[in-house]
Nanobody, 123 residues
Framework: QVRLVESGGGLVHPGGSLRLSCAASGPTFSTYAKGWFRQAPGKEREFVAAITWDGGTTHYADSVKGRFTISRDNAKNTVYLQMNSLKPEDTAVYYC????????????????WGQGTQVTVSS
């Protein structure tokens, strides 16, 4: 089983930035698409961003386009989410995920889920 561990969350003011990391341990699959989801209190988990295994294609939710950037370092088995111009609406627990196909990942199908990292944007 692949274990995904998210880190980098915290408390920031509106307009601030954070970089989330997701490290994979155990058996890893560098050819899998990787992505990020988030879940705010009382709401369903929603798609945030995804990236193909070679980094050639990225997908973003409309709400984060232009502000968030997903990237990956296959040598480190790590995927990142750079979050800029953060808004209170971005407050949520952020989870990373993986799937052989980015189209499947986008609809919420993941071979594994991390424990999540809390992001709180407040003044």
């Amino acid at each position: 089983q692949v274990r995904l561990v998210e880190s980098g969350g915290g408390l920031v003011h509106p307009g601030g930035s954070l970089r989330l990391s997701c490290a994979a341990s155990g058996p890893t699959f560098s050819t899998y698409a990787k992505g990020w989801f988030r879940q705010a209190p009382g709401k369903e988990r929603e798609f945030v961003a995804a990236i193909t295994w070679d980094g050639g294609t990225t997908h973003y939710a409309d709400s984060v386009k232009g502000r968030f950037t997903i990237s990956r370092d296959n040598a480190k088995n790590t995927v990142y989410l750079q979050m800029n111009s953060l808004k209170p609406e971005d407050t949520a627990v952020y989870y990373c995920a993986m799937n052989q196909l980015i189209i499947q990942l986008r609809i919420g199908s993941s071979s594994s889920w991390g424990q999540g990292t809390q992001v709180t944007v407040s003044s």
